[in-house]
C-alpha cells in the first residue's frame, strides 16, 4: 500500500552524478540564453513617429525570433499576474472591509473587454516609458495581463475562502504564524486551482497577443516584434503562405509550452490535491520525470533550505497568529464607522460615473447613447446564437466523448489545445470566404467569434459527462432509460454544471472577440458588422476617445447584466439543484 | 462451621461521587454559553448552557453526547477556537483569548496536510512554536516512532490507511507535549477493527504513564469507547447542550472489557442515562450495581506453608479435627485458619464441620515430587485465582514480559484498604514465585515472567 516516496539515502549516493543533471544543465543554461537573446532588443529606440521599429519582415527564417518574443512577453504577463493575484486574492480573503470593495470591481473589470483597454492604455504607457520601445511592450503586456488575471485571482480568492475547517482548526490549535499558515496551507491548497486557471488563462493569452501587437491608433500603425504583428502583417498583404506558416508556428508553440512548462507543473502539482486517498489516473510529464531523477534540484533545495528556514522565522516573528478577540466580533469599531466607509464608497462611485459621464457627453450626443445601446443588442444576439449553437452542436458530441474514456483521454487535450489556439489567426481563411461567397459579415462575425469560444463548451462539457458517477450510469442502463428520458434525466442535470461554465467563459471570450471580428480585412478588402465590437474598434482606430470610453462601459454594461440576469442564475440553480 | 472467606471489603466508589481530583485543575469552564443567531433575525438558537467544568491533572475525561448536544461546539470553546457567547474559560490560571496553549488536538478527519509529508506534518507544529531544525526533526522521530511509524517517515498522508493517517494525527499532538490532549471522536472516521485496535494503543500508552500529555478530553458518542478510555465521562444533554452528569468509572484498565460484568453494567447504565434525555444521571445509574470485587482476598497463607500443611495431612489421615492439628502442629488457630482458607481456594481440601479432608487433588499433589507438586500448585492457583491469573496474562502480552508492580498495586488499592492491598500482592507474589509464574524484583520494582 505505501510505496517507497524518496529514493533511499543509499540510492543516491551510488549514482553521484546522471545523464538527467546533464539534460537538466544544458536546458536551464540553454532557457537562459534565449531568453537573453530574445530581451535584449525590448530596448531599442522609439520615438513615434519619426523613430519608428523595424518593419516586420515576412521571411519565414524571422518567426522563430518573433515567436520568442511573443513567448517571452506572455510570461512577464504572467509573473505580474502571479503577483497580483497574490495580493488581491489575499487581500480580498482576509480583510472583510477590502473584500467588499475588491470582489465587485474584480467582477467588473473582468466584464470589461480587454481589447477595449489597448488604446486607453496606449499613450500612457508610451509616455511612460518615453523614448523606448518598451512602451509598447508595455501595452501588450498590460493586455495579455488583462486577459488572464481575473480568473486566476478569482480562483485564488476562491481558494482561500474554502480552505476546509478541519484545517483551518487544525493550523489554529498548532498556533502556525500567518506566515507558516499562508505558505503551508493556503498556497498548498489553492495551488491546484490555480495552477489550472493560470494553464487556461495563458492559453486564451494568445488571442491577446495576437490582437495587441499590432494597434492601430489615429490610423498610425504600432507594431512589435512578434507573432501577432506577423499575422497582422500577412492580412494586410494578404500573404497565405505567411499565415500558414504563422498557424504552423503557432501550434508548435502550444505544444511545445504545454510539454516544458504547464504538463510538469500540472504533474507536480497533483500533489496538492486535497484528497486523503491515492487518485488512480495522476498526470505524468517526461519533464518532471527528468527533473525528479536529477538531483540538481534536491541539491538546490538543500542548499537554500537554511535560507527558507531563516525568512519562515523572520516572517513568522513579524506575521504572528491572529489573536481571538473573545465575545466581539474582530475589530470592533463604532457602527458609524462602517456607514461613513460605505458612504465613502458610494460617493466615489457617483462621483467616478459623473466625471465619466462628463467626459463622453463633451463629444457624444446623447442620442448616440441610446445608438449604441443598441449596437450593444446586436452584438448580444450574436453572442446568444453562438452560445446556443455551439451547445447545441458541441453538447451531444462532447458527452459522447466522455462516457467513453479512452476518446476522452485522446480527445480532451485537442479541445484545450483548440480553445488556447489564437482563433484570430485563422481569421483570414474565414474572411477568404465571405468575400468569395458575398455573405455579410453581420452573419458571418457569429462565426469568426465561434472559432475560438466554442471550444470552452466543448471541453467543460466532455468534464461534466466525465465527471458523472458510472453507478449512475449503470442505473440508467439497468432502468432502461433511453434517448430522451436518458438526456432529460441524467445527461442534462449531470453535465449542467460544468455547461454553465462553459457558457459563461465562451460568452465572455465572444464578447472579447466581437471587437476584433466585427471588422476585418484581407489586403485591400474590409468588411464592416453592424455592432458594438466594430464601434469601439472605429472609435480606436480614430483615436476619439469619449467614443471608446462609451463603447467600452456599454460593452461591460452588457457583459455584467448579461451575467448577473443569466449566468448566475443559472449558476446558483446548478449549485443547488445539479451538483453531484 | 468457620467462616472461612471473609467477604471483601466493599470499597467501590459509590457513582455519584464527584470526580477524584487527581491533581490541580488545568482547565475550567465557568457558566459557558453559546449561542448562535438565526438567519433573518429570527433570534438566538442556543447550543451550550451554563457549562461548568474543570479537567484536572492526570485524569482522562470523556464528553459523551448525541449529535446536537453541542460536544463539539464545547470542545472548540475550550481550545480557543471560538469564543463562548458568555462564561468563560481558565487554562492555567488565564482566561483563554486565543488558541489555548495548553491544548493539542486530533480531529475526527485527521487534518493532516496532504502536501506534506508525515514527518513534514509532525514537524510542523514544532516550527509554529520556533523549535529549531534538528531539535525539531529528533523530537517528530521519536514522536513518530512512538505511535508506530517508523518508517513512513517520508511517506505521503494519501499513501497511508485511515489508521495510519490518524496515528500520524496523535504523533502530530504528541510531539506538542501538550498540558491536555484534546480528541475530537479521533476513532469514529475509522473501520471498527482498526478503531478498536487504536483506542486499545491508546489506552496503553495511557496507563503506562508516559503519557506525551497530562491529561486528555475526549469527545465521543460511543458509550463503549467512553467506558474503556476514560477516568470520568460527562454526559451532555441535548437542545440546548448542557452537562446532565457525571459517571466515574471504576474499573481498572484491565478489567475493561466486554466480558467484565461490571464493565456491561456501566455501559447499559450510561445507555439507559442517554436514551432518557429526561431522567435525572444518577437516578438512571442507580440501577447499576456497585462493582463486585474481581479480585477475592487471597488467605494470608504463603506457598511453603500450604504444601507444609498438606504434607502432613497426608502422612496422617487420622488428623482431621482442626483444633487437634492446632495442638499437634503448635500452629495458632489463627495462623493455622490462613493456610486452610488457602488449601480449600485451591481446591486442595475441603472443610466439613470442623474438619478437615484432602480432595483427589490434594492428595496427588502431596505425594507427588517437587515438580510435578509445583505443576499442580500453577494449575491451581491460575484456575481458582483471578489475581494471578491477571499478572501472568498481563506479563505475556507485554512484549518484553515485565511491568511496573505499582501497575497491579493501584488496582488493588480500589479494592483494599492499602495495607491488604500490599498484602494481597506479597501474598501473589509469593505464590508466583513458587508456581515460577513471575518474579518481582523490588529493586526497580517490576515483574517479570519467570525465566524457564
Redesign the interface.
Known amino acids: 500500500?505505501?510505496?517507497?516516496?524518496?529514493p533511499t539515502r543509499e540510492a543516491l549516493q551510488r549514482a553521484p552524478f546522471r545523464w538527467a543533471d546533464v539534460a537538466v544543465i544544458i536546458g536551464t543554461l540553454g532557457l537562459l540564453t534565449l531568453i537573453a537573446l530574445v530581451g535584449r532588443t525590448a530596448f531599442v529606440p522609439f520615438e513615434p513617429p519619426t523613430v519608428m521599429p523595424e518593419p516586420i519582415s515576412l521571411n519565414v527564417v524571422n518567426l522563430p525570433y518573433y515567436m520568442g518574443r511573443s513567448l517571452l512577453r506572455m510570461f512577464i504577463a504572467l509573473l505580474f499576474s502571479l503577483l497580483f493575484t497574490f495580493t488581491y486574492g489575499y487581500l480580498a480573503a482576509h480583510s472583510p472591509r477590502a473584500e467588499r470593495v475588491l470582489l465587485p470591481l474584480l467582477d467588473i473589470l473582468q466584464s470589461v473587454p480587454v481589447l477595449g483597454f489597448l488604446s486607453v492604455t496606449l499613450s500612457f504607457f508610451i509616455a511612460l516609458f518615453r523614448g523606448s520601445l518598451l512602451g509598447l511592450e508595455a501595452v501588450a503586456i498590460f493586455a495579455i495581463f488583462t486577459s488572464q488575471v481575473w480568473n486566476m485571482t478569482f480562483s485564488f480568492y476562491h481558494s482561500l475562502r474554502s480552505v476546509p475547517r478541519?484545517?483551518r482548526?487544525?493550523a489554529?490549535?498548532?498556533?502556525?504564524?500567518r506566515w507558516?499558515y499562508f505558505t503551508?496551507?493556503e498556497v498548498?491548497y489553492a495551488?491546484l486551482g490555480l495552477m489550472w486557471n493560470t494553464m487556461m488563462s495563458f492559453g486564451g493569452g494568445w488571442f491577446f497577443v495576437a490582437a495587441s501587437e499590432a494597434i492601430s491608433v489615429l490610423n498610425q500603425e504600432y507594431q512589435l516584434p512578434g507573432i501577432g504583428s506577423y499575422v497582422a502583417k500577412a492580412i494586410e498583404e494578404a500573404n497565405v503562405t505567411a499565415i500558414v506558416a504563422a498557424i504552423v508556428a503557432m501550434g508548435l508553440m502550444i505544444v511545445t509550452v504545454d510539454q516544458l512548462v504547464w504538463r510538469p507543473l500540472i504533474a507536480w502539482a497533483q500533489?496538492?490535491?486535497?484528497?486523503?486517498?491515492?487518485a488512480k489516473d495522476t498526470p505524468n510529464s517526461w519533464v518532471l520525470n527528468l527533473l525528479r531523477t536529477s538531483q540538481l534540484p534536491k541539491l538546490i533545495g538543500a542548499a537554500l533550505e537554511p535560507l527558507r528556514?531563516f525568512i519562515?522565522?523572520l516572517l513568522?516573528?513579524t506575521l504572528r497568529?491572529?489573536?481571538?478577540?473573545?465575545?466581539?466580533p474582530p475589530l470592533m469599531l463604532p457602527v458609524w464607522v462602517d456607514r461613513l466607509y460605505d458612504g465613502i464608497l458610494i460617493a466615489a462611485l457617483i462621483g467616478g460615473a459623473t466625471v465619466l459621464l462628463r467626459f463622453v457627453l463633451s463629444e457624444v450626443p446623447l442620442g448616440e447613447i441610446l445608438q449604441v445601446c443598441g449596437l450593444g443588442l446586436i452584438t448580444l444576439v450574436r453572442v446568444i446564437v453562438l452560445t446556443a449553437i455551439s451547445t447545441l452542436v458541441w453538447t451531444p458530441i462532447g458527452v459522447a466523448i466522455g462516457f467513453n474514456p479512452r476518446l476522452s483521454r485522446l480527445l480532451q487535450p485537442v479541445a484545450q489545445f483548440l480553445a488556447s489556439f489564437p482563433a484570430n489567426f485563422l481569421f483570414p481563411f474565414v474572411t477568404m470566404l465571405l468575400i468569395a461567397s458575398g455573405v455579410s459579415l453581420d452573419v458571418g462575425s457569429i462565426v469568426l467569434m465561434a472559432l475560438g469560444a466554442q471550444w470552452y463548451v466543448l471541453f467543460n462539457v466532455i468534464a461534466g459527462a466525465q465527471s458523472i458517477p458510472s453507478d449512475l450510469r449503470e442505473m440508467a442502463a439497468n432502468m432502461r432509460l433511453r434517448g430522451w428520458q436518458l438526456w432529460k434525466r441524467l445527461i442534462i442535470p449531470g453535465v449542467f454544471p460544468a455547461w454553465v461554465t462553459g457558457g459563461i467563459t465562451a460568452s465572455g471570450g465572444a464578447w472579447n472577440a466581437s471587437i476584433v471580428a466585427e471588422i476585418v480585412s484581407w489586403g485591400d478588402v474590409t468588411l464592416r458588422a453592424t455592432g458594438l465590437g466594430a464601434y469601439i474598434t472605429t472609435a480606436t482606430q480614430n483615436g476619439d476617445w469619449p467614443r471608446i470610453v462609451l463603447g467600452v462601459a456599454m460593452m461591460s454594461l452588457f457583459v455584467v447584466g448579461l451575467n448577473r440576469l443569466f449566468w448566475r442564475r443559472l449558476y446558483a440553480l446548478s449549485e443547488q439543484r445539479y451538483a453531484l | 462451621m468457620m467462616t472461612l472467606f471473609t467477604t471483601a471489603p466493599f470499597t467501590a466508589t459509590p457513582l455519584d461521587r464527584p470526580s477524584r481530583p487527581k491533581g490541580a485543575p488545568i482547565i475550567i469552564a465557568r457558566d459557558v454559553c453559546k449561542e448562535f443567531e438565526l438567519p433573518d433575525g429570527n433570534g438566538t438558537f442556543t447550543v451550550l448552557k451554563d457549562i461548568n467544568l474543570q479537567i484536572h491533572e492526570g485524569e482522562f475525561v470523556a464528553l459523551l453526547g448525541r449529535s446536537g448536544s453541542g460536544k463539539s461546539t464545547l470542545l472548540?470553546i475550550l481550545?480557543?477556537?471560538?469564543?463562548?457567547?458568555?462564561g468563560?474559560v481558565i487554562s492555567s490560571g488565564q482566561?483563554?483569548?486565543?488558541?489555548n496553549?495548553d491544548?493539542?488536538?486530533v480531529?475526527?478527519?485527521?487534518?493532516?496536510?496532504?502536501?506534506?509529508?508525515v514527518l513534514q506534518n509532525v514537524e510542523?507544529?514544532l516550527?509554529?512554536?520556533?523549535v529549531p531544525?534538528k531539535e525539531r526533526r529528533e523530537r517528530a522521530l521519536k514522536a513518530i516512532d512512538m505511535v508506530g511509524l517508523d518508517g513512513?517517515e517520508?511517506?505521503?498522508?494519501?499513501?497511508?490507511?485511515g489508521g495510519m493517517?490518524q496515528r500520524v494525527g496523535f504523533a502530530?499532538a504528541f510531539v506538542?507535549q501538550p498540558k491536555v490532549l484534546?480528541m475530537d471522536e479521533p476513532f469514529s472516521a475509522l473501520d471498527v477493527l482498526t478503531a478498536e485496535n487504536l483506542r486499545g494503543e491508546i489506552a496503553e500508552l495511557w496507563e503506562q504513564g508516559d503519557f506525551p500529555a497530562k491529561s486528555v478530553l475526549l469527545i465521543t458518542h460511543n458509550i463503549e469507547e467512553a467506558v474503556l478510555l476514560a477516568d470520568r465521562v460527562i454526559i451532555l444533554g441535548a437542545n440546548p447542550g448542557r452537562v446532565r452528569g457525571e459517571v466515574v468509572i471504576d474499573l481498572s484498565y484491565a478489567a475493561r472489557e466486554r466480558s467484565n460484568k461490571h464493565f456491561k453494567e456501566l455501559v447499559d447504565g450510561i445507555y439507559i442515562a442517554m436514551t432518557n434525555p429526561d431522567r435525572d444521571v444518577r437516578d438512571a445509574m442507580a440501577g447499576v450495581p456497585r462493582r463486585e470485587n474481581p479480585y477475592p482476598p487471597l488467605p494470608h497463607a504463603t506457598a511453603g506453608g500450604i504444601s507444609g500443611l498438606l504434607e502432613v495431612l497426608n502422612e496422617r489421615p487420622d488428623l482431621r479435627d482442626l483444633p487437634e492439628i492446632s495442638s499437634t502442629l503448635q500452629l495458632p488457630t489463627d495462623e493455622l485458619l490462613p493456610i486452610v482458607d488457602a488449601a480449600v481456594l485451591l481446591g486442595f481440601a475441603v472443610v466439613n464441620e470442623g474438619d478437615i479432608t484432602l480432595t483427589d487433588i490434594g492428595r496427588v499433589f502431596s505425594s507427588a515430587d517437587i515438580q510435578t507438586s509445583k505443576e499442580i500448585f500453577r494449575r491451581q492457583v491460575l484456575e481458582r485465582v483471578p489475581l494471578i491469573r491477571q499478572i501472568y496474562t498481563t506479563l505475556t502480552e507485554r512484549p518484553n514480559g515485565m511491568i511496573r508492580a505499582g501497575v497491579f498495586l493501584d488496582m488493588l488499592e480500589e479494592h483494599f484498604p492499602e495495607e491488604e492491598a500490599q498484602q494481597q500482592f506479597d501474598i501473589a507474589v509469593d505464590w508466583g514465585r513458587y508456581t515460577e509464574l513471575f518474579e518481582y524484583d523490588q529493586t526497580d520494582d517490576r515483574l517479570r515472567l519467570s525465566q524457564p
Open positions: 500500500m505505501v510505496r517507497l516516496t524518496f478541519e484545517l482548526e487544525c489554529r490549535v498548532f498556533r502556525l504564524s507558516q503551508r496551507v498548498p495551488m500533489r496538492f490535491r486535497n484528497e486523503q486517498t491515492e528556514e519562515d522565522r513568522s516573528g497568529p491572529k489573536s481571538l478577540r473573545m465575545g466581539k | 472548540r481550545a480557543g477556537l471560538i469564543p463562548p457567547t458568555s468563560e482566561r483563554v483569548t486565543g488558541p496553549p491544548v493539542a488536538m480531529f475526527q478527519t485527521f487534518a493532516l496536510l496532504p502536501w506534506l509529508t510542523l507544529s516550527e509554529a512554536l520556533g531544525p513512513f517520508s511517506a505521503y498522508p494519501k499513501e497511508l490507511s493517517k502530530r506538542r484534546f
